[in-house]
């Protein structure tokens, strides 16, 4: 072996070296993807070459080769691309490589940990494992001469001749000590899935090729199935549920970025703020932390984003406020938007499938972004219990104004399609069960102008909705936890003659009979029939927390309505509600609350019968007042049942009193 020089690195920083080591600890693994980077930027130069005849020789089929040897302990990365000739070993990987270093390093040194993945650390990044590397290599140039480089960890190079006859090129790394992992084959495989598995060059080792090299996100959606999507998910995210719905990114400006963006099925054990997208550059991983790239509210979504303009040597600080990352997350949610828009315009089915999980992240990206919510406002969608006629379904006035931004404003294509159906998307979602809420305004203008009628819980308020329902009144269903506290307060201010009263805040005058029963019964007090009642009721249940008032329920059939409801005043109710989640506490019922007492209902008429009739007997009370307060109590479980269900000293006491009327009433048969 002839030695062709010995020299010095050209750096400026004394102590690199170490600082290579020692700095950048935590990141040692990414030296492997630097040296396949390296390898496969080589091979697609010597394919370049070749495509424009400056390499004549047959290219043979590219690869990676990885292999280690235990014993000497050294790992090796070999290629068959471009190779380097003396001069090239000398320029690019004397001073450029080694300068480039010096800067990241310099840069790296102020603001530690805030690169995301320390991407395109290079060749350098060889030394935070190993105590020697070895650079073997045989340019393509006609007549190049093989060359040997190796260096120590120390400024210190030596060039000499090189044995090897094909063309490329191999990094030996002979590993510290306390860097013996990459010796195991186990690592060597993880950590090749992890960064370099869709690199477009077969990776081999222990004879086996060990990535997996097609990148779908690469592809041109026209060639993929839905079963490629559900494959590539399956892959990348295993065990876990199907996706709902994905979108395929694909733009070359004003910025280059593919990928693949997919709608999970949102689980509450999954932590929906720790990001789950895997951010690429030129299909090698660099993280799965791009919280700076992509807005907040996506980070619930799933998959690839491969974008080479993404700055990935700056801080993390940096990277929110750089315009091209900015314009990228305006792009995706832009596509998001649209792949929504589409759906919704298209199927109304299978946006109603994805309603419940997607609707949480619209609602919450409505909320975080201005821009977004003007995309996806006509979308919001709301289930309700209106349905649609016949004549109703066929009227033209029911086309929805779906909002589709304009060819030339619209830098990124848009994707809004030709309607196929003869119903208009909203007709189509209003025969599923759906609405929009400007559709349930303007339906429900003249009974209620500007006021909206929800529930929170389809089975604990189903009394309330019934009641609402049997008078021909709608009533939307708010029950995603983004709604309660935050959405329905965001709608209000959005529409803001618009006001929202869950079912059992207060009751629509619609609901109540207008000539309360106000006549003078009992001409000694004056008190009317309502107001008998008020007291007997007060008197029965003795909770001075417990505001009781009458009304009578309008109804064809009495018997169909509940003798008595709980009401919860919106207000009231709500500010309870945001106190219980700032103090990160469970919601306990309210002590005060109202109950309505349905002056219509024949039981409420037979209860206060039975009280009047009684014949108060020496001391205590007479058997029927007593029945009769029984009642009352009685009546007043049932409508707590029906509002919140019990706890279990509620339900023990429920049950005996239930036991104990019953067994009153069947001693008088
Ligand atoms: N396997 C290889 N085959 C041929 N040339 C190589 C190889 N590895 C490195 N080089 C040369 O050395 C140069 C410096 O490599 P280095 O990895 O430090 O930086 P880079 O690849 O240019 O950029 P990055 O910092 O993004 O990795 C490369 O640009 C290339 O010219």
């Known amino acids: 072996m002839t030695v062709l020089e ?28 630097e040296l396949i980077s390296n390898s496969v930027d080589a091979i697609s130069k010597l394919k370049m070459a070749s495509l424009s005849g400056d390499f004549k020789q047959e290219v043979t089929e590219p690869e990676i080769v990885i292999s280690v040897d235990k014993e000497n302990k050294t790992l090796s990365i070999s290629d068959n691309g471009i190779g380097m000739t003396v001069e090239e070993v000398k320029k690019y990987i004397n001073q450029v490589a080694f300068s480039s270093a010096e800067d990241f390093i310099n840069k790296y040194q102020k603001s530690a940990n805030d690169f995301i993945g320390h991407f395109g650390l290079g060749f350098y ?27 120590d960890g120390s400024p210190e190079f030596e060039l000499s001749d090189s044995s090897r006859t094909e063309v490329g090129t191999t990094v030996t790394l002979t590993l510290l000590d306390d860097e013996q992992e990459y010796l195991e084959p186990s690592r060597i495989r993880q950590l090749v899935k992890t960064y370099s598995d869709f690199i477009p060059v077969p990776i081999k080792f222990e004879g086996e090729q060990i990535n997996k090299q097609k990148a779908l996100w690469k592809e041109s959606p026209q060639n993929l199935k839905d079963e490629d999507y559900l494959e590539f998910y399956r892959y990348l995210y295993p065990f876990q549920e199907d996706p709902l719905l994905w979108v395929h990114l694909n733009t070359d400006y004003p910025f280059l970025l593919n990928g693949i963006l997919y709608f999970p099925k949102l689980r509450p054990d999954v932590d929906v703020s720790k990001g789950q997208i895997k951010l690429f550059c030129n299909q090698v991983f660099v993280s799965d932390h791009c919280e700076e790239i992509i807005p907040e509210f996506l980070m619930p979504l799933r998959g690839v984003i491969d974008s080479p303009d993404i700055p990935l040597n700056v801080s993390r600080s940096a990277l929110t406020n750089h315009r091209t990352v900015r314009r990228i997350a305006d792009f995706i949610s832009k596509k998001i938007a649209d792949r929504l828009k589409s759906l919704y315009n298209e199927n109304a089915q299978d946006y109603i499938r994805c309603w419940e999980d997607v609707g949480t992240f619209v609602k919450y990206g409505s909320l975080k972004e201005d821009k977004f919510k003007k995309q996806v406002e006509d979308i919001l969608i709301y289930r309700t219990t209106y349905k649609p006629t ?45 609405t929009t809420l400007q559709s349930y305004l303007d339906r ?59 079912v059992d805040s207060e009751l629509d005058q619609t609901l109540l009979q207008e000539d309360k029963s106000n006549e003078i019964v009992d001409p000694a007090t004056n008190k009317t029939r309502s107001e008998q009642i008020k007291e007997l009721f007060e008197k029965a249940l003795d909770n001075p927390k417990l505001n009781i008032k009458t009304e009578a329920l309008k109804s064809d059939d009495p018997q169909g309505t509940p003798p008595a409801m709980v009401l919860l005043p919106e207000a009231m109710r709500r500010l309870q509600e945001m106190t219980a989640l700032y103090q990160q506490q469970a919601l306990a019922f309210p002590e005060e609350h109202i109950l309505m007492i349905n002056t219509a209902h024949p039981l409420i008429d037979n209860i206060l019968k039975l009280n009047q009739g009684s014949i108060v007997t020496g001391s205590g009370e007479s058997p029927s007042a ?23 000293q509620g339900m023990k006491s429920f049950v005996e009193r239930s036991n104990q009327v019953l067994t009153h009433l069947t001693e008088k048969l």
Not at 6 to 33: A, C, V
Not at 126 to 148: C, N, P, R, W
Not at 470 to 497: A, C, H, M, W
Request: hydrophobic content about 35%; proline content about 2%; some cysteine.
């Open 390 to 434: 016949e004549n109703e379904s066929k009227s033209e006035s029911e086309t929805p104004k779906v909002e589709v931004q304009g060819a030339e404003e619209d830098i990124w294509q848009d994707v809004s399609q030709e309607k196929q159906d003869s119903d208009s998307p909203l007709v189509a979602i209003e025969k599923q069960g759906y």
């Open 626 to 648: 007593k029945m009769a307060k029984m009642l009352c109590q009685h009546v007043y479980d049932l409508a707590l049942m029906s509002q919140k269900g019990f706890d279990a």
């Open 444 to 502: 429900n203008q003249e009974r209620h102008e500007n006021r909206v009628f929800y529930c929170t819980d389809a089975s604990t308020q189903a009394t309330y909705v019934q009641l609402y329902k049997n008078q021909g009144l709608e009533v939307l269903y708010f029950d995603s936890f983004i709604d309660t506290n935050y959405f329905i307060p965001f709608l209000e201010r959005e529409y803001d003659k618009v006001k929202f009263s869950r």
């Open 125 to 151: 990044s060889a030394f935070m494992v190993a105590k020697k590397v070895e650079i073997d290599t045989l340019s393509y140039q006609e007549g190049a001469q093989a060359v040997h480089w190796s260096c």
């Open 6 to 33: 010995k020299g010095n690195i050209t750096i400026h920083t004394e102590n690199i070296f170490p600082i290579i080591k020692k700095s950048l600890y935590t990141d040692h693994e990414i030296f492997l993807r």
